[in-house]
């Protein structure tokens, strides 16, 4: 049992590349979502996902697209990186609802734009 | 999903209680209450979460006032390795066009100290 795994975990990437982070969880878990963290700031929610084939958007959602074609994978992907999107991203999964465990976080992707 | 207010900062003495305070005057009747903390970039780990009653697990105990409008999170013996962030967040449970989302607040930033 793994958890919840996001790959990579640091990545540099140059203005205007397109890359996809990662997240993976073996817990059969309902619901995964994304968020991304900025120094000295909570974390903000970019989209979400009730079940396969469900996603939506959160509070941050521009730049960033998702799908959810099974349970167990959700993958966020930057279409164009700028600058602004320097930050830490993590991923999250729980049941729906979560029940006594609550939500399980990633350890994160740390990405840089130049 | 109800806002919640949390002092930016608390300092607490190892080994004595913690008792971290949120404001949730806005919460509504099926949303619950959220604990969740971060410790220095990892990603966030639940504490424990509530509706109504009091609760209490291995981490800690949830009280929420009769109104439901604040909630106290205590950590009943403060160790060094308890100095994290401390999110308070409210959240709807299955079966609302809010199911899944997890909005975080900044939090408060606890220093347990030796």
């Known amino acids: 049992n793994a958890g919840v795994t996001q790959t990579p975990k640091f990545q540099v990437l140059k203005t205007g590349q397109s890359m996809t982070l990662q997240c993976a969880q073996d817990?059969?878990?309902?619901?995964m979502s994304w968020y991304r963290q900025d120094p000295g700031m909570g974390l903000r929610l970019i989209h979400y996902?009730?079940?396969?084939?469900?996603?939506d958007q959160g509070e941050v959602p521009n730049g960033y697209n998702v799908s959810r074609s099974t349970t167990e994978d959700f993958p966020l992907r930057l279409l164009s990186a700028a600058p602004s999107q320097t930050s830490v991203y993590f991923c999250?999964?729980?049941?729906?609802?979560?029940?006594?465990?609550?939500?399980?976080f990633g350890s994160g992707t740390r990405l840089t734009v130049v | 999903d109800a806002k919640t207010t949390q002092p930016p900062s608390m300092d607490c003495a190892e080994g004595r209680a913690a008792n971290l305070p949120c404001n949730h005057s806005t919460i509504s009747g099926n949303e619950y209450v959220y604990w969740y903390r971060q410790i220095h970039s990892q990603g966030p780990q639940y504490i424990i979460h509530?509706?109504?009653n009091n609760e209490t697990n291995e981490m800690a105990s949830l009280i929420i006032t009769e109104d439901r409008k604040s909630s106290t999170l205590i950590l009943p013996h403060a160790t060094l390795r308890d100095t994290a962030v401390y999110y308070c967040?409210?959240?709807?449970?299955?079966?609302?066009?809010?199911?899944?989302?997890?909005?975080f607040g900044q939090g408060t930033t606890l220093q347990v100290k030796p």
């Open positions: 996902s009730v079940g396969a084939g469900i996603t």
């Open positions: 999250a999964s729980s049941y729906e609802p979560p029940g006594r465990a609550g939500y399980t």
């Open positions: 967040i409210v959240r709807v449970h299955h079966g609302s066009s809010n199911t899944g989302k997890l909005i």
């Open positions: 817990m059969n878990h309902e619901y």
């Open positions: 509530g509706l109504k």
